[in-house]
């Protein structure tokens, strides 16, 4: 009579690292799988910039021009001529400066419009991601990055061209409004590329908002330069609520949340309301942008 012989089985305890009953594979959190996806989705991006680096280099050219050509254009003007500034090349710089990182933000959609033309953009939303937000977490952290090196040459390159150093406070007060302003017109920029059909659509509106918010700022003159009716409007424009501190920051080494940066028609602007108004209007568009986003990846 045949007998059945019954295979050993291994030890598992054995098996397990250190002889506990937990998982082979550790478990991930949705918070790390998050970061995760942002990096190689950030990493992705650069891989990009560095493959066709003409952009970063144009975007590093450009604002230079700007202040050497304009700088020279009104060098001879009168002293005093635009408020307390030792020269035209240092009221220049603040306009220069946010007008710059305005430039990249707005740019910010066109990458994910054109992934969403060439159909790659499709395979992003039906892979297993944990949150479709790290595609636009990741457009936000490089165009920030390349804003923050903008500003930079920006600020070395007033200081060459005798705009002065605003100190340290003062830097971290610069780079804190164009934080603020940067993620504000990302969010917005990022929102257009899911709004509209194409990326020609995308470059109109860029090219259409470009400009008149330039002018209708002041980035290159300043209010008392303006009739009546330009002053509201560029009392209204939020870039002038980023210029202006940043150019009383140059000015004034003894700022505060306190001081007078803008005397607009409705009455005088101070830098914590100046910083309070970049806030609201970077949740107003993050908030207005989210419901969009979230029908966009539904």
Known sequence: MSQTVTPPQPNLERLRPNGGAAAIAPASSPLSDFLQETTALTKRLFIQLQRRPTTLIAGLIQPVMWLVLFGA???NVPPGLFGGSANYGQFLGAGV???TAFGGALNAGLPVMFDREFGFLNRLLVAP????????????????????????????MSAFLGAGFPGVGGLALVAAIILLLVVAVTAISLGLAFALPGHIELIAVI????????????ALAPLSFMPRWLQWVASLNPLSYAIEPIRYVYNHADWSLGSVVMNAPF?????????LVLAGFGVVALLGVRSLLSRSFA
Request: aromatic fraction near 10%; charged fraction near 5%.
């Open 73 to 75: 254009l009104f060098q």
């Open 97 to 99: 400066m946010v007008f």
């Open 129 to 156: 991601l944990v949150s479709r937000f790290s595609i636009v977490a990741a457009s936000a952290i490089f165009i920030t990055t390349l804003s923050v090196l903008q500003t930079a040459v920006i600020i070395a």
């Open 207 to 218: 090219f259409v908002t470009n400009l008149p918010l330039l002018f209708a700022s002041t």
């Open 267 to 275: 009455g005088d602007v101070t830098m914590g309301g100046a910083l």
